[in-house]
């Protein structure tokens, strides 16, 4: 990848860490943390990878995304919303009364989100049947992508619907999991510990892919790697080492951030420090 489209997607994404500040704090509730380390891997889908159109976002061709854990929507809200899908001003009703960007996100309200999500592992069981719709019915060329939480893989539905993928070669399927350790309750680990995650997915037949889930070069890798594995009847799965909270220091590695809005101190922080992250960007 080029530098100067590497410079474009960090600016992107950290445009979108700006946005998931402010619909957090406009919305005086929301889940900042895990959308601030799955960013980047939202932004890399939807200007690289997925052949989606904002002007036509219901195209019966296009790539289907699927956020599992539903509960990190301002991080999918702000990316759709500077994709062209719907006016960023809207990011500031985020949660309130009437708004078409709710806590989770809702296909019927919200132009761009392919399915509706919040109770978790039942996303990725949507994702495999999109899947297989798309291979094994229909026979067209469409590649669907789902986003976990670690957390999540505790969830017994999930593995059903590993099983489900592998079952039916589900190679047009390609999962990423958002690897930042903590949860509601705390580290991952202490609530529920799924590692060996790669030898879990491995076991139920998925081409497994792990990287560093903030460089793009590295996203970059992991989606070659899905492409390369067409034609192998093997699901894959991308597992992103990331830190939650990304980008705003306060936030960082802080399971509290799961689920809280910041107040105006904290905004004001968050936004000059990301404001600075701009100016570093664009000077690199």
């Known amino acids: ?53 904002p002007q036509d976002p219901k195209a019966e ?3 289907r995304f699927v956020l599992s854990k539903g509960h990190c929507a301002p991080g999918l809200y702000s990316v759709l919303a500077q994709c062209g899908y719907f006016p960023e001003e809207d990011l500031v009703t985020l949660r309130q009364l009437g708004s078409h960007l709710q806590g989770h996100p809702n296909m019927n309200m919200t132009p761009g989100i392919d399915f509706s999500t919040g109770s978790l592992g039942q996303g990725f069981s949507a994702a495999t049947g999109m899947a297989n719709a798309a291979k094994n019915v229909l026979h067209r060329d469409i590649n669907v992508y789902a986003l976990l939480g670690d957390g999540e893989l505790a969830e017994g539905l999930v593995w059903e619907a590993a099983e489900y993928a592998a079952q039916y070669r589900l190679d047009n399927l390609c999962i990423a999991v958002d690897i930042n350790g903590l949860q509601i309750d705390g580290a991952t ?9 790669d030898a879990k997915f491995e076991a ?31 699901p894959t799965a991308i597992l992103m ?34 404001e600075e992250e701009e100016k570093k960007i664009l000077a690199a």
């Open 1 to 53: 990848m080029t530098p100067e489209k590497i410079r474009e997607l960090k600016l992107f994404a950290n445009r979108g860490r700006m946005n998931i500040i402010r619909a957090t704090h406009a919305g005086n509730s929301g889940h900042p943390g895990g959308s601030l380390s799955s960013i980047d891997l939202m932004t890399y889908l939807y200007k690289v990878e997925m052949r989606v159109n």
């Open 61 to 63: 061709d296009r790539d």
């Open 189 to 197: 680990k202490d609530v529920m510990n799924m590692e060996p995650i």
């Open 204 to 234: 139920f037949g998925f081409n497994v892919v792990r990287i560093n889930g903030h460089d793009f070069n590295e996203i970059e890798k992991a989606f070659t790697a899905f492409h390369d594995a067409r034609g192998q009847g093997k």
């Open 241 to 274: 080492n990331t830190t939650k909270g990304k980008g705003v220091s306060f936030m960082e590695n802080q399971a509290g951030w799961h689920g809280k809005a910041p107040n105006d101190e904290q905004f004001a922080q968050a936004m000059a420090e990301l």
